[in-house]
């Protein structure tokens, strides 16, 4: 071996040693929010704490006031004093990736939780990555199946594609998410669970994950306990991950639930920081955060990460400002109804309400076509739906209406789809083709 092949691990690890501690000491401690003076670190940065009983508590900067640092916690804050010496630990905004992952649950920090052995690392990726130039992407042309009739046949999704999948809470979102991580076509997914309950964290992951599709994902949870600096490092976490799938070539799945979560935990932070409340109580960094998260998905030479994030609708109220501003980014929206949720429907995709803005560059001619007439009855007969109902409409007076109303009960059955069952790319084009043809 060369002595250039001896020394290069041993640079390569000087690179990544700190080459002195920034150290402060606790001044003063409100609530969740520790002030300290010092040590010299940027917003962002993560520290470690010595607490009494040998306790090593972990928290992130989030601002300064009067010459102090002003961080928040990543766990549990018992035993911290006054004088407790603070670290900078700039090397903690990193996490450990390798093949290894796959199957795996973590947590924020990137650990895992699920009693397995040790993760063996391969390499470090940090968590704050800037997302890739606008010409550093490449043109999403590639179908990804969901197994899903009423997504891969109305709403296509490509390699790369930021889907956001809008509802409010029961209307089966957890479900739709766990149908899509068991049944897509991609290489690998990266689930995030931001703000989940901790008792539907075991029942997504046996139930609406199974055992088949937990061997080719990776799963990080901060539940909703966890600090509110846990639960936002949990969703750039996963990014880091998925972007070390990304850059080994694969096709990423990046699976978010959920981006109100996520913006709550923030808001929890800039209020803490001494932010204004803007929108409905949001803080500015709560929509400086959100295209910092999404905008890192996408198709790039190497690989792709194609992002579907869930948008808890609190009041089943579609203007309101997480929705609008996530609506505003992504590349697209599935909106699930409530009204279809209580009629049994699934998935309860309201298909006249969602859109798939890449839809003219991944569906083929006839394809395109046979959405369109789909839709045109879904949209004729929702017109007409109360002159139905309440038997006023006369057969005849609406060629058009009257296809839709025969076509209605075999177009129903094609978007419904029970849990757990999927549906070839085939199957579903040459279905929908068929339905088309029934509609004249």
Do not use: W
């Not at 080459?19 to 969740?32: I, N, Q, S």
């Not at 300064?64 to 961080?71: A, K, P």
């Not at 295209?291 to 992002?307: L, M, Q």
Request: glycine fraction near 10%.
């Amino acid at each position: 071996m060369t002595v250039d092949g001896i020394l290069s691990p041993c640079l390569a690890a000087l690179d990544d040693l700190e080459p002195m501690l920034h150290v402060g000491e606790v001044v003063e401690m409100a609530g969740l929010l520790i002030e300290s003076a010092g040590p010299a670190a940027a917003i962002g940065d993560f520290c470690e704490i010595s607490a009494s009983g040998g306790r090593r508590v972990r928290s992130q900067v989030i601002g300064f006031r009067d010459g102090r640092v002003l961080s928040m916690p990543l766990e549990e804050t018992g035993g911290i004093e006054l004088g407790n010496r603070v670290v900078a630990r700039t090397d903690a905004a990193r996490v450990a990736v390798g093949p290894a992952l796959a199957g795996r649950v973590l947590d924020g920090f990137g650990h895992p939780i699920d009693h397995g052995p040790r993760i063996e690392a391969h390499a470090a990726y940090s968590l704050y990555s800037a997302a890739p130039g606008p010409l550093d992407r490449e043109h999403i042309t590639r179908p990804l199946e969901t197994g899903l009739r009423a997504v891969d046949s109305l709403l296509p999704v490509g390699q790369g594609q930021r889907i956001g999948i809008f509802g409010g809470s029961g209307v089966g979102k957890s479900t739709l998410l766990g149908s899509m991580a068991r049944h897509h076509s991609a290489d690998i997914a990266v689930i995030a669970l931001v703000g989940e309950r901790n008792r539907e964290v075991r029942a997504f992951l046996e139930h609406e994950m199974g055992a088949e599709g937990m061997r080719r994902a990776v799963v990080v949870v901060a539940t909703s306990d966890r600090p509110a600096p846990l639960r936002v490092r949990a969703c750039f976490t996963s990014l880091a991950i998925a972007e070390y799938f990304r850059d080994q070539g694969a096709n990423v799945l990046l699976v978010m639930d959920s981006v109100t979560r996520l913006a709550m935990a923030q808001r929890e932070i800039g209020l803490a920081a001494g932010e204004p409340p803007a929108q409905k109580g949001y803080t500015p960094s709560v929509f400086a955060l959100l295209p910092r998260v999404f905008e890192r998905a996408g198709n790039f030479p190497r690989g792709s990460i194609t992002g579907f994030f869930t948008v808890l609708v609190e009041g089943d109220d579609f203007s309101e400002p997480i929705c609008d501003a996530a609506r505003a980014i992504l590349d697209g929206h599935i909106v699930l109804s409530r009204q279809l949720a209580a009629a049994n429907h699934y998935p309860a995709i309201d298909i006249l309400q969602s859109v798939s803005r890449l839809e003219s560059q991944l569906a083929s001619p006839a394809q395109g076509a046979h959405a369109r007439a789909v839709r045109q009855a879904l949209a004729v007969y929702r017109q007409a739906e109360d002159l139905i109902q309440l038997g006023a409409y006369v057969s005849g007076s609406n060629p058009q209406l009257d296809a839709a109303i025969r076509a209605r009960p075999q177009i129903l059955e094609f978007l419904q789809q029970a849990p757990g069952v999927e549906s070839s790319r085939a199957e579903t084009l040459g279905r929908l083709a068929q339905i088309a043809a029934a509609l004249g």
